[in-house]
């Protein structure tokens, strides 16, 4: 995850308003994969679509100046992440969306004082990650149940630029989830489902070269990932598991040939308009770089798009996009993939002045 404010700006009639609504009680069935598509119990198709949470300073205010609270306060971290929620779905004058991205952020779980980046897991401490998992963490879940809404969960920071089936960061994702699928408040809870890792950029190829797209790299994906769901699975815990590609999650055309199995699996993907070095901004270029890089798994699994935004201004080429470009393009890929589910990458951009205790809706909550 980037740690940048941008201005989100929205495509209207994204999706169908029907496919959007939560409401406060809203029963939520136990989802599974079938196939290409995800689905209810009832064997119906399924589509998700939400924002992003991140529980820590910097994205609940601090980013922009108006830190809504700091200093290891959970109650506070609660009280105002649990606004959001209440914000983003509600029937009035909220958004309607039944899913969030929930990220077990290194704030919490980092040693206090220790400095490393978002990728780099040395400051890392397993008590703190045991104690604030269960402060903080499941009871945001436990009130994003009571609000409609399901919850994909993720591993606290994202994945150094390299990485390799049994290296140091291996070894922490088999920590994490080790205990996270153990946890009798995660384990096949209804509402809950695991995004692996975040952002894995090059991995070591069974050919013992580094690398993103080759077939040699992508054999290695499925070793790397398959070891984690392995153990998720050993645990007992059936939970949806979405699965990461190379390349900040833009790379997926390998999959097909080295899939992950156990199971309830998806591909999580993130698109941003400099992706893949294609014009974003022009149809005919944004659809043939997602047919070569994506379409492949959403052939034949779901996918979710876990981050995606854009400004039509910025220092950063990734989210550097227009609505009438890169929106409508991304959402052309979206309707017609079918079977893509999806958030924004944070939902202080839905709330007027990103206040949820003062909630009007921003854009007049036009869709």
């Not at 308003?17 to 290409?36: C, I, N």
């Not at 990728?119 to 149940?145: E, G, K, M």
Request: hydrophobic letters at 35%; one cysteine or more; charged letters at 10%.
């Amino acid at each position: 995850m980037k740690r940048v404010k941008k201005v989100i700006f929205l495509f209207l009639a994204i999706i169908p308003l029907m496919e959007l609504y939560a409401w406060p009680g809203m029963p939520l069935p136990p989802l599974h994969v079938d196939g290409k598509n995800l689905k209810d119990p009832c064997g119906k198709n399924v589509l998700l679509h939400g924002v992003a949470i991140t529980p820590s300073p910097w994205f609940n205010g601090c980013s922009y100046g108006q830190c809504r609270w700091d200093n290891y306060n959970v109650q506070g971290c609660l009280n105002y992440n649990n606004a959001v929620m209440d914000a983003v779905t509600n029937t009035a004058n909220g958004w309607k969306l039944n899913y969030i991205r929930l990220h077990i952020d290194p704030y919490w779980t980092n040693t206090p004082g220790c400095t490393a980046g978002e990728n780099n897991i040395s400051c890392f401490d397993y008590n703190r990650l045991v104690t604030y998992v269960n402060q903080v963490i499941i009871p945001l879940i436990n009130h994003a149940r009571s609000r409609g809404i399901y919850v994909v969960l993720r591993p606290p920071g994202g994945c150094p630029n390299r990485i390799a089936h049994g290296d140091s960061y291996h070894n922490y994702l088999r920590t994490v989830w080790q205990y996270l699928s153990s946890h009798p408040n995660l384990k096949n809870v209804d509402n809950v489902m695991f995004e692996i890792a975040n952002e894995p950029i090059e991995i070591l190829g069974t050919n013992g070269n580094w690398g993103a797209t080759g077939d040699e790299h992508f054999a290695a994906l499925q070793n790397f990932f398959q070891d984690i769901v392995n153990r998720i699975r050993s645990n007992g815990a059936n939970n949806v598991c979405w699965i990461p590609g190379t390349g900040y999650q833009s790379h997926y055309q390998g999959y097909p040939n080295h899939l992950i199995t156990g199971g309830n699996i998806g591909y999580a993907v993130h698109v941003y308009p400099g992706y893949w070095g294609a014009n974003a901004e022009n149809t005919t270029s944004f659809n043939n770089a997602w047919n070569a890089n994506v379409q492949p798994i959403a052939n034949i699994a779901p996918i979710m798009i876990t981050e995606t935004d854009w400004s039509p201004t910025g220092a950063e080429t990734w989210g550097t996009g227009t609505t009438s470009g890169f929106g409508l393009n991304l959402k052309g890929r979206i309707d017609a993939t079918g079977n893509c589910s999806w958030n924004l990458l944070a939902p202080e951009g839905l709330i007027t002045n990103a206040d949820p205790y003062n909630v009007t809706t921003a854009f007049n909550n036009n869709w």
